[in-house]
């Protein structure tokens, strides 16, 4: 039997306990047909993260919370596949798919082992999910195997300039300070209790990405649209006016 590594099992407990407070924002994202993305609800028609044609797609959401992204890859026509590590965020993707009546496959574990065969899916996309809470070396290699030649993975996640600016208490908004080294960060344990989350710098994105069989298509700035607000206290618009707090990461299997 595989042991499964211990920031799953600490992750798995942290977004049991997390999920009550993500019940309002899967409600809210299931319900808008239009996407927006991350912390500053940004349009889809500024950033592009869902391919044109999806229609009898193959695709997974690796780490799908809620699974708001994988309901609006279903009523693009994709067959979807959502997987999470926490039961009790599934609870509520699985209430809510009952609620818009809208049906795809959800299943409990880690998108670092994806139980499907190689080659089974066009399109791999991750907000927030595995590719902040799952070692890239593993979540990485994972999506290579299990997607198609040419086929892509899109991401989301924290900008690694603010992961270096962002004050230990995430109550407090991150400055303009650097507060910690840019070399060595990988797996962050932030104080007190919270979860285990994987930052890389650019650098080691992009030699991960490639050694592991994806070309680079496409790496986002994300900036906060003219009206954006955020319940996230741990940075501030203007702040995000002024320097990336989002990234989102565009690749492609290699044919
Ligand atoms: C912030 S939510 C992402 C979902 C949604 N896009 C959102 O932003 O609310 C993070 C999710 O990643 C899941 N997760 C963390 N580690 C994971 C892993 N190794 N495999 C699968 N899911 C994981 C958590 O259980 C949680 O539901």
Redesign the pocket.
């Known amino acids: 039997m595989t042991s499964v590594p211990d920031y799953?099992l600490q992750?798995?407990a942290h977004?049991d306990k997390q999920?009550v407070d993500?019940v309002a924002?899967?409600e809210r994202h299931w319900a808008q047909s239009t996407p927006s993305w991350g912390i500053w609800n940004v349009p889809e028609s500024d950033l592009h993260i869902l391919p044109n044609a999806l229609a009898g797609k193959d695709a997974i959401e690796?780490?799908?919370?809620?699974a708001?992204?994988s309901s609006w890859l279903a009523r693009r026509g994709a067959k979807v596949v959502g997987?999470?590590?926490?039961e009790q965020?599934l609870e509520t993707a699985r209430r809510l798919q009952r609620e818009h009546k809208l049906e795809f496959r959800l299943l409990h574990?880690?998108?670092?082992s994806v139980p499907y065969p190689d080659a089974s899916f066009d399109f791999a996309i991750s907000?927030?999910?595995?590719c902040?809470?799952?070692d890239p070396k593993k979540?990485v290699a994972e999506a290579a195997r299990l997607l198609r030649p040419g086929g892509r993975l899109h991401f989301l996640t924290n900008a690694f300039l603010l992961m270096l600016c962002a004050d230990e208490d995430e109550t407090k908004p991150a400055t303009d300070r650097l507060l910690r080294p840019a070399f060595g960060v990988y797996r962050t344990e932030w104080p007190g209790d919270s979860?285990i989350e994987f930052h890389l710098s650019h650098a080691d994105w992009i030699r991960l990405l490639r050694s592991s069989g994806f070309e680079i298509e496409d790496l986002i700035d994300v900036r906060p649209p003219e009206d954006a607000t955020t319940h996230y206290p741990f940075v501030t618009v203007d702040w995000a006016r002024t320097w990336p707090s989002e990234e989102v990461w565009k690749v492609r299997k290699q044919i």
């Not at 690796?62 to 809620?66: A, F, I, S, W």
């Not at 907000?127 to 595995?130: I, M």
């Open positions: 799953v992750n798995r977004w999920a993500y924002s899967g690796l780490g799908c919370g809620t708001y992204v997987i999470d590590n926490s965020q574990g880690n998108a670092e907000e927030y999910g595995a902040l809470w799952a979540w979860g």
